[in-house]
């Protein structure tokens, strides 16, 4: 039997492991006392920031977009939508902010050193020794950049080890929203780098998934993200051990608002072949077992609405793979089926999968070809569909005159029969041609030039050109029909388009 010294003993122990919890907690509390206890920013300061909230809610991205130097517009414009995507789409209450400056650099040290060792591990898109550098340089040399990278890390630090704070840290987030601006307006050598852009992403985004939707946009900001590394093909076998980290950063960041927001994943893990980090192992493990529970729970609770639409019977089911993960493209796919054939009771899915073309095709001809890649890569994907659908969009001016933009839908069944339509097509703004000539993609030219964000995800560039008399899903789901006219009339014979 113990004895009562010995039960004392470990409940001393107890009381001393319980003691260190409960004073660093309360050294966090200090901390955060410490670093919010300060004066709110000059005049001039909070002015700049309003300055900048109120621009930013109404700017139009085309008036940033330089005439004359498209060979240069898609860093402008990438920096335009990082900036827009920085608020959130309701803004009108963050001018009620009483906007901050930095602290103290001890009290910023001391933060800053917290962040290394609580989130960094857990979020890898800087290294210890970035922060410690921009943290110093942002007091010694006074750098607008580092002034952000500083402000945004001691604002994400606050959010962490202490939620309250949140009016507190949205306060400081702005002020170094309002450094970044002035980082580009300096035109700052450190910024011609574009992984400096997604290293803002990630700074930005971070803080957003942690504050919520109330002061930013993290669903835009995580898309830019993704994007961005994808484009820059960071998701395959990189070189460099900064290349990694901002990839597994957008990763983490993508699958955090995907799953808060029941919306797609960026970008399916099958298609990923970059190698974790050392320093952020765990998490990415984490996030990777959470990315495939995350995708079949989503498939049951497709599979559970279908079978409750159906009050419970077993009725036979046609499966539709959309070689995409477009939402627009998925639901124009699926009205299409469902109005085609309304005796049935289509369920449609999509999947990432290549076009073998270039990202904006430039012909029909590369755009048909775009959308019979896309077919293909879904059947090899998914063998196990009844349908297999592929939607291009594409641009064509061999006519001279206006650009013309239009989409090819192709379809395929199981038993080898195709279909293929093409949408209607319409002349584009030349505001927005030229920027698709100089190699920007339609979609975000029209987020460039409408002040959007993943427009192309949305109402698209017909929708917006229209002002959603018609939408892109409403686009798509005519051609979708028109390509379904073969498997609708089974005892004629077409051919294929040439």
């Known amino acids: 039997m113990s004895s009562v010294t010995d039960l004392d003993n470990r409940r001393g122990v107890a009381v001393t492991g319980n003691e260190g919890r409960l004073a660093r ?26 300055t900048l909230v109120d621009g930013l809610a109404q700017v139009s991205l085309a008036a940033m977009t330089p005439h004359g130097m498209v060979a240069r517009t898609q860093d402008t414009v990438l920096r335009s939508l990082i900036l827009s995507a920085s608020l959130p789409p309701a803004h009108s209450h963050i001018n009620q902010l009483s906007y901050l400056e930095l602290p103290r650099q001890q009290i910023a040290e001391r933060v800053c050193a917290r962040y290394c060792d609580d989130i960094l591990p857990a ?10 550098y921009h943290c110093q340089n942002a007091y010694k040399a006074n750098s607008a950049y580092s002034c952000f990278v500083t402000a945004t890390i001691l ?4 959010i962490v080890i202490s939620p309250g704070s949140i009016q507190n840290a949205a306060s400081l987030y ?49 898309g830019l993200g993704i994007r961005i590394a994808v484009d820059l093909g960071l998701h395959k076998a990189v070189d460099t051990d900064r290349k990694r980290r901002l990839f597994w950063a957008a990763y983490i960041l993508d699958r955090k608002c995907a799953v808060a927001r029941n919306k797609p994943l960026g970008l399916p893990d099958e298609a990923i072949a970059t190698p ?22 989503m498939s049951e609770m497709e599979q559970h609405e279908t079978t409750n639409s159906q009050g419970g019977a077993a009725a036979s089911q046609t499966t539709v793979v959309v070689a995409s993960h477009n939402p627009v493209k998925i639901s124009a796919s699926l009205q299409g089926f469902s109005r085609m054939f309304p005796g049935a009771t289509p369920t449609a899915r999509g999947v990432s999968v290549p076009s073998g073309v270039a990202d904006q095709p430039f012909s029909d001809a590369e755009t048909l070809r775009g959308a019979r890649n896309r077919v293909d890569a879904a059947r090899a994907a998914a063998p196990d569909a009844d349908y297999w659908v592929g939607i291009e969009g594409g641009v064509d001016d061999a006519r001279g ?15 080898g029969r195709t279909g293929e339509a093409r949408t209607a097509a319409y002349g584009l703004a030349e505001e927005t041609a030229r920027l698709v000539r100089g190699g920007m993609e339609l979609g975000h030219a029209d987020d460039a030039i409408f002040g959007r964000t993943n427009s192309k995800q949305r ?5 917006l050109l229209t002002d959603d008399a018609v939408d892109r899903t409403a686009y798509y789901v005519q051609a979708v029909i028109l390509a379904l006219i073969p498997f609708k009339n089974t005892n004629l014979t077409f051919l294929a388009a040439p």
């Open 25 to 50: 907690a309360s050294s966090a509390d200090h901390l955060i006392d410490d670093l919010f206890a300060q004066p709110t920013s000059t005049g001039a300061q909070s002015s700049k920031v309003k």
């Open 123 to 132: 979020f890898p898109s800087l290294t210890a020794e970035q922060v410690h």
């Open 155 to 158: 604002a994400t630090t606050a």
């Open 174 to 222: 702005f002020y170094g929203l309002s450094c970044l601006e002035t980082a580009m307006e300096e035109g700052s050598g450190c910024l011609d780098d574009i992984l400096l852009d997604l290293e803002v992403v990630m700074l930005l985004g971070h803080f957003g998934s942690l504050a919520g939707d109330t002061f930013s946009d993290p669903w835009a900001l995580s």
């Open 276 to 297: 974790s980090l050392a320093l952020a192992r765990n998490s990415v493990e984490l996030f990777r077992i959470m990315s495939e529970v995350y995708k079949h729970a």
């Open 401 to 415: 005159g206006a650009l013309q933009s239009f989409a090819w839908v192709v379809v395929a069944n199981k038993e």
């Open 459 to 463: 109402n698209g560039s017909v929708g």
